[in-house]
């Protein structure tokens, strides 16, 4: 029993507890924002203890159920960070919508935990209470808002569908248990690659499929991506677009790239047909919206769409893009969040007509909002042209020529709505008359997401390099 291996997840887990103790004890604290100080500080010292992890040799804990690889550390440095600039939003958005706020850092903790569960699951049982965890977490962050009609519709929307997913999900890890009777990621590889393929086995795979897609946002699995966004509370939004997803990429990485190996040519059609509807559907659907948050919900579906790309290359290359474009997609994900968070303190609103004239309000903002928009239309020089030039190589290289080419002209019709969006913030005359005020906690969270979707895109060397090293460990 090797603890280091769980280090990070008991952390988050005891940190959870303290702040709801600490809330029990101490009534004041639920209704102010220590918690969320005392989160952010413990989340940084979280990331600063994880670079000291090894992250050149696998650690298990239990055997082999519960590993942590580079892979798995990646990803947890990467919830870790979503985390702290989502609880940095959080202390000035949450203060109008309700007095309990100490239980609401614990949960963000709660749903922290699920995910690291589910970057080192190395069986089926394990990363199904990861993921659970992290749902369930997320069903309560997402009603948060208590007095708000369209938060408790959310909330409610994303339990139903998640409690189908899941059974969807169950069922087919059923039948892998039952074609082979094991669990472990590598023992079901091992009978995988000797036995023969059954009409179970396709429905086991299109059942996980199904389970899995619903936690990225695949279509035709996203149909609760713009309702729960829209509801949700601003940070919580975030933290789904960019830290659930993640999570659900994490699982599809060792699911697909290891468990399934042996059935490529049984899952690849599906999975192309799939991305080439999340493609068309997200980045033609995301044209007609108006409010930011559904705006975003569509990009982000789309977004899924270039990132199984590097899926369907199934190759090293691939998989360094994929982890890449996970990088770049946060902050520049988080920059656009952070400035809905703002606009919202600032107007009650999130309409994209209310980004009118928003240059002449706050400079500062429309500056953050262009730069997080640039990236995610991927125009040079920010980190989004080089994510996307990493995945539509790949694919072209891998034989894909067709898929990079739809790719990119759904991208050209992405660079049409993100500077549409570009264009209202640019110009008209906001009703606001007053300069916006932005928290100091919010202003850093807007500074360090833009500079390091800048950073990225002019000197991304050393962060292709980290990518390429974790998937060649893994491959």
């Known amino acids: 029993m090797n603890i280091s291996a769980v280090s990070l997840e008991l952390a988050s887990l005891s940190l959870g507890l303290l702040t709801i103790i600490l809330g029990l004890i101490f009534p004041s604290f639920r209704s102010k924002n220590t918690g969320g100080y005392l989160a952010i500080m413990g989340l940084i010292s979280m990331l600063i203890g ?19 690889d580079s892979l798995a550390l990646f990803f947890k440095q990467l919830f870790i960070v979503v985390a702290i600039f989502v609880n940095a939003m959080s202390l000035r958005y949450l203060k109008p919508y309700t007095k309990n706020r100490g239980d609401y850092f614990a949960l963000t903790f709660f749903a922290l935990t699920g995910m690291m569960i589910m970057a080192s699951a190395a069986e089926f049982i394990t990363l199904y209470i990861g993921l659970e965890l992290m749902t369930f ?22 339990l139903l569908l998640s ?5 969807v999900l169950l069922y087919g890890l059923s039948l892998i248990y039952g074609l082979t009777g094991k669990l472990d990621f590598s023992a079901i590889s091992t009978v995988f690659s000797i036995g023969s393929v059954s009409p179970l086995l396709v429905w086991a795979i299109i059942m996980v499929l199904s389970g899995l897609g619903f936690k990225i946002a695949l279509v035709p699995f996203h149909m609760w991506t713009p309702d729960v966004y829209e509801g949700a509370p601003t ?12 999570a659900g990429f994490v699982a599809f990485i060792r699911v697909f790239f290891h468990v399934f190996a042996p059935f490529t040519s049984i899952f690849m059609p599906l999975l192309i047909t ?10 033609l659907i995301a044209l007609a919206q108006t409010h930011l948050k559904r705006f975003l919900a569509y990009s982000s579906i789309a977004h899924v769409g270039y990132i199984l790309l590097g899926v369907i290359a199934y190759s090293k290359l691939g998989l360094s893009a994929i982890l890449f474009y996970l990088m770049l997609y946060l902050f520049a994900n988080i920059g656009a969040f952070a400035g809905v968070t703002a606009l919202v303190i600032n107007t009650g609103h999130d309409r994209i007509s209310d980004l009118a004239g928003l240059w002449k309000c706050s400079p500062f903002l429309s500056v953050i909002f262009l730069i997080s928009l640039l990236s995610l239309a991927g125009i040079p020089p920010t980190a989004g042209f080089i994510g996307k030039f990493y995945l539509f190589t790949e694919a072209i290289h891998q034989g894909y020529l067709w898929l990079a080419a739809l790719a990119l002209g759904l991208s050209l ?6 500077l549409m969006v570009i264009r209202t913030l640019l110009s008209g005359t906001s009703e606001e008359t007053q300069p916006f005020i932005i928290p100091f906690s919010l202003r850093l969270v807007m500074i360090v997401s833009a500079a390091m979707t800048i950073g990225i895109g002019i000197w991304p060397g050393p962060f292709t390099d980290l990518a390429l090293n974790i998937a060649q460990s893994f491959y």
């Open 50 to 68: 994880s670079l000291y992890l090894p992250a050149s040799n696998t650690q298990t804990f239990i055997n082999t159920f519960y590993v942590q």
């Open 137 to 158: 977490t997320f069903v309560l962050l997402t009603t948060y808002k208590k007095q708000d009609l369209k938060s408790g519709e959310a909330g409610l929307k994303y």
């Open 163 to 167: 409690a189908i997913s899941s059974g």
């Open 235 to 246: 940070p919580i939004t975030a933290f789904l677009a960019v830290g659930s997803k993640a």
């Open 274 to 283: 799939l991305t080439v509807l999340t493609l068309l559907i997200g980045n």
């Open 413 to 418: 019709v992405a660079v049409y709505y993100y």
